[in-house]
């Protein structure tokens, strides 16, 4: 059973440079919970006005428009927006805004062998006009996250780290 996390989050939906508005402009969101998979539900949006406990002008640590993301000669207003086309790009980022990634990195005893759909499974295959009967034993073998007497499951851990997307354009931190 999957149970959303509280924490708050970030996320980037950056507009392909070809959009008929706001083309490679950003907009950044906050969720905490009702991610499911297939849709997230925003709790926060950056905003260049608050005009409601939603709507933000500054969402995490970014302020709308300002610092990396302000006024270029590209981006004349700033690099932010609250419209997308479908075909956005979106991704998950932290709170200064910077996209991040997800590895998984497994260490001692991290996963065990798991049965699948046969264990230890007594078969035979009569050949021959059954002059011969050849027996086996069968055993489906997996991998499975070990798990302790405490419903934890030791031996790995996520490391968050940040990625870098040259083609989608989004400014990179020089300091």
Not at 57 to 71: D, E, I, M, R, Y
């Amino acid at each position: 059973m999957f149970v959303p996390g509280s924490t708050q989050k970030y996320l980037l939906i950056i507009n392909p440079s070809n959009a008929a508005v706001d083309p490679g402009k950003v907009g950044m969101y906050g969720w905490t919970t009702g991610n499911n998979g297939n849709t997230i539900t925003i709790n926060q949006w950056l905003s260049p006005v608050t005009n409601s406990a939603v709507a933000l002008s500054t969402v995490g640590q970014v302020t709308c428009n300002q610092g990396f993301w302000g006024a270029t000669s590209a981006f004349p207003t700033g690099r932010h927006t609250q419209t997308h086309p479908i075909g956005a790009t979106i991704v998950e980022c932290n709170a200064k805004g910077v996209p991040i990634g997800h590895n998984v990195m497994f260490g001692q005893m991290a996963a065990i062998r798991g049965y699948g759909s046969m264990r230890n499974k007594r078969a035979e295959w009569k050949v021959d006009g059954d002059f011969e009967t050849r027996k086996y034993i069968t055993s489906v073998f997996g991998q499975a996250l070990r798990k302790n007497v405490n419903n934890v499951y030791p031996g790995f851990v996520d490391i968050v780290t940040a990625i870098s997307y040259p083609e989608l354009g989004l400014p990179q931190v020089t300091s």
